[in-house]
């Protein structure tokens, strides 16, 4: 299984921006769709973005178009998340999630090979 270690995460004021990063354990993490999601207290967990196992696709969940952004470096095995204009709602702890086969194009709840251990964003009014 690859190991994920998220980082990134902090208190920021609404209206600002943090990046999350992904680091994989190995460069076969390059052959997978890579995405995040999020759980808020209360909340189940909740898809976020996903990009494709080559970085040609992007998708994200409504509530974060336009605001998020998903990209990754292959030279780098780490995946990020680009976030903007925060807003209170967006407050969760944010899951690196690996797809569990090889090529995809996006992820899906039941689709997920390896998760990471999440770290906390806490957006202030």
């Known amino acids: 299984q690859v190991q994920l270690v998220e980082s990134g995460g902090g208190l920021v004021q609404a209206g600002g921006s943090l990046r999350l990063s992904c680091a994989a354990s190995?460069?076969?993490?390059?052959?997978?769709?890579m995405g995040w999601f999020r759980q808020a207290p209360g909340k189940e967990r909740e898809f976020v973005a996903a990009?494709?196992?080559?970085?040609?696709?992007?998708y994200y969940a409504d509530y974060v178009k336009g605001r998020f952004t998903i990209s990754r470096d292959y030279a780098k095995n780490t995946v990020y998340l680009q976030m903007n204009s925060l807003k209170p709602e967006d407050t969760a702890v944010y899951y690196c999630?690996?797809?569990?086969?090889?090529?995809?194009?996006?992820?899906?709840?039941?689709?997920?090979?390896?998760w990471g251990q999440g770290t906390q964003v806490n957006v202030s009014s």
């Open positions: 999630a690996a797809g569990s086969a090889p090529y995809g194009q996006n992820l899906n709840s039941g689709s997920i090979g390896s």
């Open positions: 190995e460069r076969t993490f390059s052959w997978y769709a």
């Open positions: 990009i494709s196992w080559s970085g040609s696709n992007t």
